[in-house]
């Protein structure tokens, strides 16, 4: 059998401990206290201003990144599924009476509503006529037809002060136009004849063929036939981007005919238009694709994904590059952020005097940052600094699954030589599948050791997001693990181990008497420690390791042990 140091020495594996063995600063003497003085955040950059510094990334820095826009965090990453445009037509269509268009010239059988009064009173309410004309009683017929909807009001006060040169008073409305009917087909949804009133424009006529099909149909190739001829050829891009659409006041019978889709581009990552664009022609240049895509600021580069002569085709180039390529149908340009950050920014907790936050040039040490943190040196235990970084953090607990995982191959694959093993095996199995399903749930810190015993420096270079822990002073000692009474013992000089636990209750049945450790509080692990634990440092005792042969047993403490040290829980 093992004994309980050797297990307890496998555990460790999960502990990030700095493997540097030349320590270059020593802590003992801490940053002069600013306390009562105005803070600001220190600038650890130099004076100039650096563009791109040369150097190796981290692993926290490996790789580009592709982040969308803040306004849109749960965008899914991958090519768009949108096409441009294709927002226009997911509302209903219109009924004739919602829209009116000033530029709409009158006709016969549109309603009109004139009242005047002053020195004659009349009123009509009526259609104009098929010579296009209104009568208006005791002023005579009102030429309207081919009048502009938005000149009504001046054209009729103009025509009743022709006959009464004393000041009338004139009020008119256009209160329907005409029903007209306009074909829609091409590739729309819903092809065929619309009414529509004669003020309405061409979107309001697709809306109620059901909009252009965004699979088939052109966004930038509509066209309007008038008695065979083509009257107008619009691309709804400039309306979409800019609001201006051709001026066409639609007539019976007219005839609007959406093409056949052009090439397709697909722009995602970091942009903030996220869409599938159309082309003009065959192919669309780089630089159009930009202008409508619109990167964010953090885009350097992009990968051009696609088919050139029948074989999958990519470049990946930077954005100047980009705007000089020639896209062709169904290709993808994903925009990325692929430059490493001049700067890290590190955090600081504990006990500190000034900002909390740091930014520093990405290849700063430890040590060199130490020496702008501001600390008390009377509350402040500089010998114990440790670091929590994130990326560590992800190795503990990958690495704890990954011993759950093998614990939990071992505990359903063991086999029984007799029934009574089995049942004890079963019961056993209970309780251990109880024990993984909290221990899944566990979440290591990351704890980093950057100091020694001797409270020296190790000149570890920070990554983005660390953080700086400076433990506060304390004068107790924590006895935790197989004690009686687990609790802070107050730290005094020449105090042996075994005074301590005796404080804490004495050993329990399971407590190994040769098996403790200390744990200082910058998280280094001291085996078989020869002197008692100094002021803020944790004593825990082992427990003793029985004769029973099961592997699984001495595999289920190891882990134990693994996750405690890993989340610094001890009870």
């Known amino acids: 059998m093992p004994s309980s140091r050797a297990l307890l020495s496998a555990a460790l594996v999960l502990l990030a401990v700095s493997g540097v063995p030349a320590w270059s600063q020593n802590l003992t003497a801490p940053v002069p206290a600013l306390m009562g003085q105005p803070q600001q955040v220190p600038q650890l950059l130099p004076e100039s201003n650096i563009v791109n510094r040369a150097g190796s990334t981290t692993e926290a820095e490996a790789g580009a990144t592709v982040e969308g826009p803040l306004a849109d965090p749960l965008r899914p990453a991958g090519p768009s599924r949108t096409v441009f445009?294709?927002?226009?037509?997911?509302?209903?269509?219109?009924?004739?009476?919602?829209?009116?268009?000033?530029?709409?010239?009158?006709?016969?059988?549109?309603r009109v509503s004139v009242r005047v009064w002053g020195p004659v009173e009349s009123e009509v309410v009526g259609a104009i006529d098929p010579e296009g004309n209104l009568f208006l009683p005791s002023i005579g017929p009102l030429r309207l037809g081919g009048v502009r909807a938005g000149d009504l009001q001046r054209t009729i006060e103009g025509e009743v002060r022709r006959v009464y040169t004393q000041q009338v008073q004139v009020y008119a409305v256009l209160l329907s136009a005409s029903q007209i009917g306009v074909y829609v087909t091409g590739f729309v949804k819903i092809p065929g004849r619309h009414m529509g009133s004669g003020s309405e424009t061409v979107l309001d006529f697709l809306l109620r063929a059901g909009g252009v099909d965004p699979v088939r149909g052109s966004y930038r190739d509509i066209v309007v036939n008038r008695g065979g001829k083509a009257v107008v050829r619009i691309d709804l891009y400039p309306f979409l981007l800019r609001g201006q659409l051709p001026k066409l006041i639609l007539q019976e019978g007219d005839t609007i005919v959406v093409g056949k889709q052009g090439a397709t581009i697909s722009a995602d990552g970091a942009v903030r238009n996220n869409f599938l664009f159309e082309v003009g022609g065959r192919a669309m240049s780089g630089s159009e694709l930009v202008d409508l895509a619109g990167p964010l600021p953090s885009a350097t580069n992009a990968v051009i994904r696609g088919t050139r002569n029948g074989q999958p085709w990519s470049r990946y180039v930077d954005v100047a590059q980009l705007r000089k390529q020639s896209l062709l149908d169904q290709d993808v340009v994903t925009f990325i952020t692929d430059a490493p950050a001049p700067t890290v920014r590190v955090f600081v907790e504990g006990s500190r005097i000034g900002p909390s936050v740091l930014v520093a040039d990405r290849d700063i040490t430890l040590c060199q940052l130490l020496d702008h943190i501001a600390v008390d040196p009377v509350l402040a235990d500089t010998q114990s600094?440790?670091?929590?970084?994130?990326?560590?953090?992800?190795?503990?607990?990958?690495?704890?699954?990954?011993?759950?995982?093998?614990?939990?191959?071992?505990?359903?694959?063991?086999?029984?030589?007799?029934?009574?093993?089995?049942?004890?095996?079963?019961?056993?199995?209970?309780?251990?599948?109880?024990?993984?399903?909290?221990?899944?749930?566990?979440?290591?810190?990351?704890?980093?050791?950057?100091?020694?015993?001797?409270?020296?420096?190790?000149?570890?270079?920070?990554?983005?997001?660390?953080?700086?822990?400076?433990?506060?002073?304390?004068?107790?000692?924590?006895?935790?693990g197989e004690v009686i009474t687990p609790q802070a013992v107050l730290w005094q000089p020449k105090m042996t181990i075994d005074q301590y636990v005796e404080k804490a209750g004495g050993y329990t049945q399971r407590g190994d008497s040769g098996g403790v450790m200390i744990r200082r509080a910058s998280g280094q692990i001291i085996l078989d420690p020869r002197e008692g634990p100094r002021p803020g440092d944790e004593l825990i005792v082992l427990p003793q390791l029985g004769a029973k042969s099961f592997q699984i047993t001495r595999d289920l403490l190891q882990l134990i042990y693994q996750s405690a040290l890993s989340v610094r829980v001890f009870q």
Do not use: H, M, W
């Not at 929590?388 to 607990?397: C, F, G, N, S």
């Not at 199995?429 to 909290?438: G, K, P, T, W």
């Open 385 to 480: 600094v440790y670091l929590l970084r994130k990326r560590l953090a992800a190795q503990q607990r990958r690495a704890i699954n990954e011993a759950l995982d093998r614990l939990e191959r071992q505990l359903f694959t063991a086999t029984s030589a007799t029934t009574g093993v089995a049942d004890i095996r079963t019961q056993e199995a209970q309780l251990v599948s109880n024990y993984i399903q909290r221990g899944r749930r566990i979440q290591p810190e990351g704890r980093l050791v950057v100091v020694d015993s001797g409270g020296r420096c190790s000149p570890v270079r920070l990554e983005d997001g660390d953080t700086i822990v400076i433990p506060e002073r304390s004068d107790t000692v924590l006895v935790a």
């Open 85 to 110: 445009g294709a927002a226009l037509f997911n509302r209903g269509a219109p009924s004739p009476s919602e829209s009116t268009n000033p530029n709409y010239r009158l006709g016969p059988g549109d």
